[in-house]
């Protein structure tokens, strides 16, 4: 079976430093990726997915992700966080052809001021 | 863009009695939904997958008899966790999807509690 792994699990920055997420899958073919960040007391949002292209992928609020299928990653990135970036981000994975995705753990992201 | 309902955002019920949450697709047609369960600090659970007038296919280890799914239309699909004991209190989301099935849209969950 696949799996994805976030390997960070609690990140704290201070604001304006630069974050990166990752994130690994094991699934061998193709994939759709996706990260989605739950902001406290709020549903998952959608922050950028990657289908095919351009492996650099451009999400809201400065967000961005690099697919590197050699490494099997889609790591999240962004060059300076605020506090508002505070929020629990998952990672997700559709093996190609399925619409049913497998979630990483999460990674629970604190910026302080 | 789309958005996700979920009916109760709440409930708190004694052990024993069925609970019955709802999730709607406001502004599009979800020819599939999902509903996970997420514990604390954990990633989300796949309980099961329903397409429109059919029967849910259920993730290895998930009670089809205690978590009845019915997805009687294009916006809207209920979970009902029957016979409600404490262990299953919990967070519930689901998620829909349009016809692409490539992304999907979650709801803001329903957080269960089992006295």
């Known amino acids: 079976a696949q799996s994805v792994s976030q390997h960070n699990h609690h990140v704290i920055l201070s604001e304006a430093a630069s974050l990166e997420l990752g994130c690994n899958y094991s699934?061998?073919?193709?994939?759709?990726l996706f990260w989605y960040v739950q902001y406290p007391g709020q549903h998952l949002q959608l922050l950028l997915k990657?289908?095919?292209?351009?492996?650099l992928v451009k999400g809201i609020k400065g967000f961005e992700a690099e697919f590197i299928k050699s490494k099997f990653s889609f790591n999240l990135r962004k060059p300076s966080v605020q506090w508002s970036d505070t929020a629990e981000y998952f990672c997700?994975?559709?093996?190609?052809?399925?619409?049913?995705?497998?979630f990483g753990r999460g990674t629970s992201l604190i910026v302080h001021p | 863009g789309a958005v996700v309902s979920q009916h109760p955002s709440w409930v708190i019920c004694k052990s024993g009695t069925s609970v019955k949450i709802e999730c709607r697709s406001l502004?599009?047609?979800?020819?599939?939904m999902f509903w996970y369960r997420q514990f604390p600090k954990q990633s989300l659970m796949l309980m099961a997958t329903?397409?429109?007038?059919?029967?849910?296919?259920?993730e290895q280890g998930v009670e089809k008899d205690k978590f009845l799914i019915n997805h009687a239309s294009l916006t809207l699909s209920t979970l009902t966790v029957t016979s409600a004991h404490p262990e299953d209190s919990s967070f519930y989301i689901c998620?829909?999807?349009?016809?692409?099935?490539?992304?999907?849209?979650f709801g803001p969950g329903t957080r269960l509690l089992v006295l």
């Open positions: 998620s829909a999807s349009g016809s692409a099935q490539e992304t999907q849209y």
């Open positions: 699934y061998g073919g193709t994939v759709n």
């Open positions: 990657y289908f095919s292209g351009d492996p």
């Open positions: 997700a994975v559709n093996p190609g052809g399925s619409y049913i995705p497998t």
């Open positions: 502004d599009f047609q979800a020819t599939t």
């Open positions: 329903s397409n429109e007038g059919s029967k849910a296919t259920y």
